[in-house]
């Protein structure tokens, strides 16, 4: 089982009691030890935990917001530090804080104060109304009853979003220094709906969704590395569409920098059933999948393919 270590020194008080730490990595070596791989995986949309700062001020359920979560993921990868890859996972909603977000990517509608200059994010995200403190939830609702305050919007940054990736930073600093470079995975799951838009490689809809920033984020070979090993398995393949990658596959994935980032989306329906966000029968299949693509990234000399 996979021993997931509470990083409590980095998560201020300004979380409340029994929501923090915000996140929890799971280590491939013991302390002092370098990573056995230059390989990081992330599950930023997995967190279940809607603190109660939130609750007051939203006009939503939990129930209500739990659609935006990536369900199950992090259960999909738990196995991954046992082949020698370090893992982080978010333990708050998405919902509360997006981690695949910029920070400061805030919508000034939101807000009964004016935010600072750099926290007026103009992006197409903010307009969808998902920037990363999220102005609404599935099929358009909006989230809150009243308009937030930047102090609280600060909270959350300061509490979750920047220690979440102060941690990664390092974890992927210290691959860099142990291997000569670092491979971000970072997983997430996409609705159904989604996954029938898009035709895989192969023809039919989509599994699975590669996203590498069509190219900037990680070498090529990587990317195809993937591709081939899940069509491998049976998975129809897609790649950067619908989905790219996000804040961060674009933020890390700096291949000059010997950095390598890529996202990978998962549809929902091949390991859960989305109305009453159970798993089915195809997760434990999906995750001994998963666990198969991990070890082959393992096995791989890295060296020679990027």
């Known amino acids: 089982m996979t021993a997931w270590e509470p990083i409590a020194s980095t998560t201020p008080a300004t979380v409340e009691p029994g929501f923090s730490p915000a996140f929890e990595v799971a280590r491939a070596q013991a302390d002092g030890e370098p990573p056995p791989t230059p390989l990081v995986f992330a599950s930023p949309h997995s967190g279940r935990l809607y603190p109660p700062d939130m609750m007051v001020a939203a006009r939503l359920t939990a129930q209500d917001l739990r659609g935006s979560e990536d369900a199950f993921v992090d259960d999909l990868v738990a196995g991954a530090p046992a082949l020698g890859v370090c893992v982080i996972r ?28 750099f926290a007026q994010a103009r992006t197409a995200r903010v307009a969808a109304g998902l920037g990363a403190i999220a102005r609404l939830a599935g099929e358009g609702r909006p989230i809150y009853a009243r308009k937030l305050t930047f102090a609280e919007a600060k909270v959350r940054i300061e509490g979750a979003h920047q220690p979440y990736h102060d941690a990664l930073d390092r974890l992927l600093a210290q ?132």
């Open 175 to 306: 691959a860099r220094h142990a291997h000569g470079l670092a491979i971000l995975v970072d997983w997430h799951s996409m609705p159904a709906a989604a996954a029938r838009g898009h035709r895989a490689r192969g023809g039919g809809p989509c599994d699975i969704v590669l996203g590498d920033r069509f190219g900037a984020a990680c070498g090529p070979r990587l990317t195809a590395l993937m591709e081939k090993t899940l069509e491998g398995l049976g998975y129809r393949v897609a790649r950067n569409a619908p989905y790219a990658g996000g804040y961060t596959t674009e933020h890390y994935g700096r291949p000059t920098k010997r950095t390598h980032a890529i996202q990978v989306e998962i549809n929902r329906a091949l390991y859960m059933n989305e109305t009453t966000r159970e798993p089915t029968e195809g997760l434990a299949r999906l995750k001994a999948d998963i666990e198969s693509v991990t070890a082959r990234l393992v096995q791989t000399d890295w060296a020679e393919l990027l």
């Open 90 to 117: 978010a333990r708050l909603a998405r919902a509360y804080i997006d981690l695949n977000r910029d920070a400061w990517e805030l919508d000034p509608a939101m807000f009964e104060d004016a935010l600072p200059d």
